[in-house]
């Protein structure tokens, strides 16, 4: 299934080399984004590209559970994507529009996505060691923030590639003001806090091998305080290990010494 997924996105990269200039010749890509002869055609294909990376991504991160899991994280990723920016693009638009902007919805919009692209092509690239982890750990803790991780990294790139092109907006096309820089800082913070709490209520995307399949859970707690707790239990395992093969040891010594060793632990 993997070389499939592989052949799939190479084939892909080939017929569709022209979007992938993001990455290395960011000046002449966000040209073309900014004509609107093209700004619909790099709108559709920018989502196409998202769908499709962070589908697969989404698979294999819910495979860690089965094939049940791994089809609704492919499912439940793109949903995230596109949902936290259908949650959070009116206001940005609106408001660099009321002070200056004279960008237009498709030109905006495809900025934002170049950002998104980005986090989903670094993302699928840690693919393989995800599966790795997979492979040679039963951590789910560890698996999580693992996840989690990777998702910050991705996310660091595609902030720095939406200010290029907002920066290439401002500087050289003359269409976006400064102030709006400033506005779009105090947005990807919002965006952050929707992104993780709109997780956090489709959860679960890896799945826990402990627990029945559920597509999903109950509310409660938050996104903020399961990351803390997942750190903590990472070196929970080596710690009940210990205490399992102490008490063992004492099961294998006569019964009075089991019974004090009972009192003991109450």
């Given at each position: 299934m993997f070389i499939g997924l592989y052949l799939l996105i190479k084939n892909t990269m080939k017929t569709n080399q022209s979007i992938f200039k993001v990455f290395q010749h960011s000046d002449e890509y966000f040209e073309a984004l900014s004509d609107s002869e093209f700004s619909r055609k790099y709108v559709i294909k920018q989502v196409l590209f998202i769908l499709l990376f962070s589908f697969i991504y989404g698979i294999v991160m819910g495979s860690y559970n089965g094939l049940q899991q791994s089809?609704?994280?492919?499912?439940?990723?793109?949903?995230?994507?596109?949902?936290?920016?259908?949650?959070?693009?009116?206001?940005?638009?609106?408001?660099?529009?009321?002070?200056?902007?004279?960008?237009?919805?498709?030109?905006?919009?495809?900025?934002?996505?170049?950002?998104?692209?980005?986090?989903?092509?670094?993302?699928?690239?840690?693919?393989?060691?995800?599966?790795?982890?997979?492979?040679?750990?039963?951590?789910?803790?560890?698996?999580?923030?693992?996840?989690?991780?990777?998702?910050?990294?991705?996310?660091?790139?595609?902030?720095?590639?939406?200010i290029n092109g907002l920066t290439f907006s401002c500087e050289k096309k003359n269409i976006y003001p400064k102030l709006?820089?400033?506005?779009?800082?105090?947005?990807?913070?919002?965006?952050?806090?929707?992104?993780?709490?709109?997780?956090?209520?489709?959860?679960?995307?890896?799945?826990?091998?402990?627990?029945?399949?559920?597509?999903?859970?109950?509310?409660?707690s938050n996104f903020y305080v399961a990351v803390i707790q997942s750190v903590a239990t990472i070196f929970e395992p080596a710690k009940n290990s210990g205490q399992d093969k102490q008490y063992n040891s004492i099961k294998q010594q006569p019964d009075s010494t089991l019974n004090k060793a009972n009192e003991q632990r109450r």
């Open positions: 089809m609704v994280t492919g499912v439940k990723l793109p949903c995230l994507i596109f949902l936290s920016l259908l949650i959070c693009f009116p206001a940005l638009f609106v408001i660099q529009y009321m002070i200056g902007s004279t960008m237009t919805i498709y030109q905006m919009a495809n900025i934002i996505l170049s950002g998104f692209f980005v986090f989903s092509t670094i993302a699928l690239s840690f693919a393989p060691i995800v599966i790795f982890f997979m492979i040679t750990s039963e951590n789910y803790a560890f698996l999580k923030l693992l996840h989690v991780s990777i998702f910050v990294f991705s996310g660091i790139f595609a902030v720095k590639t939406i709006g820089m400033q506005i779009f800082k105090i947005w990807v913070v919002i965006l952050a806090f929707v992104s993780s709490q709109l997780a956090w209520n489709l959860r679960p995307f890896v799945g826990n091998h402990d627990l029945p399949f559920e597509l999903l859970r109950q509310r409660e």
